[in-house]
């Protein structure tokens, strides 16, 4: 299983860019790159998912360089709602894959300050 | 609202007794997961079922333990006999058998277990 390492917490302030980053040094072939958001006492809320190179949706940007072994979550102007707890997950999740890949680290606490 | 159910979302319940969790997928999602998190922690995988087999299950599934999916659809999680170690948010996920649809799981806001 592919083991991902993350800052333990992070601190910001509101309107600024935050990038975490995750290093999955053994990271196989088929495995894909998932970050989720996680509130208290709420259930993780998917972000955003890539493979290869950069991937940005409505909420992030997802930077995967050529060799993979690490990645890259940008928030872009975080507010104060923004303070979560982010985990980035790698895992084959393709139809083939094992669920059990899909493991979940300590993640990283992101606070943001006014 | 990602869609999964959970439910109750909360129970409190003496040691040594019985609790069950619901829990209702995405429509037509086949794979079905469960988890388990506790303070401070990543939620850790305890089972998975594609449409009604149950295919893989974690060691921290002891015999305690038992989930169901009888018709492919709603999934169950019982713990017997629980003790105060069981006491943590149990979480589960659903996604959808589609080469084209990605690959997201959805996880629903989880059912809080307090064992005292």
């Known amino acids: 299983l592919a083991k991902t390492t993350q800052p333990i917490s992070m601190d910001s302030y509101e309107g600024q860019e935050v990038n975490i980053t995750c290093s999955h040094n053994?990271?196989?072939?088929?495995?894909?790159i998932t970050w989720y958001q996680q509130f208290p006492s709420q259930g993780p809320r998917f972000i955003i998912q890539?493979?290869?190179t950069k991937v940005t949706n409505e909420v992030a940007s997802l930077f995967i360089p050529a060799d993979r072994k690490s990645s890259t979550l940008s928030l872009p102007r975080v507010s104060l709602s923004d303070t979560a707890v982010y985990y980035c997950?790698?895992?084959?999740?393709?139809?083939?894959?094992?669920?059990?890949?899909?493991?979940f680290g300590s993640g990283t606490q992101l606070t943001v300050l006014p | 609202d990602t869609g999964v159910s959970q439910d109750p979302r909360h129970k409190i319940t003496k040691r040594g007794q019985n609790v069950t969790f619901r829990c209702d997928p995405i429509?037509?999602?086949?794979?079905l997961y469960w988890y388990r998190q506790t303070l401070g922690q990543g939620p850790e995988f305890l089972t998975y079922?594609?449409?009604?087999?149950?295919?893989?299950k974690s060691r921290l599934l002891s015999d305690r333990f038992s989930a169901e999916r009888p018709k492919g659809s709603f999934s169950t999680l019982e713990i017997q006999r629980t003790e105060q170690g069981d006491s943590a948010m149990y979480l589960c996920?659903?996604?959808?058998?589609?080469?084209?649809?990605?690959?997201?799981?959805?996880f629903g806001e989880g059912s809080w277990l307090t064992v005292v």
């Open positions: 053994n990271i196989a072939t088929n495995d894909y």
């Open positions: 997950l790698v895992g084959d999740l393709t139809l083939l894959g094992s669920a059990r890949q899909l493991t």
């Open positions: 429509s037509e999602h086949n794979r």
């Open positions: 996920a659903s996604r959808k058998r589609d080469p084209t649809s990605g690959n997201t799981i959805y």
């Open positions: 890539g493979y290869k």
């Open positions: 079922f594609q449409n009604e087999a149950q295919l893989e």
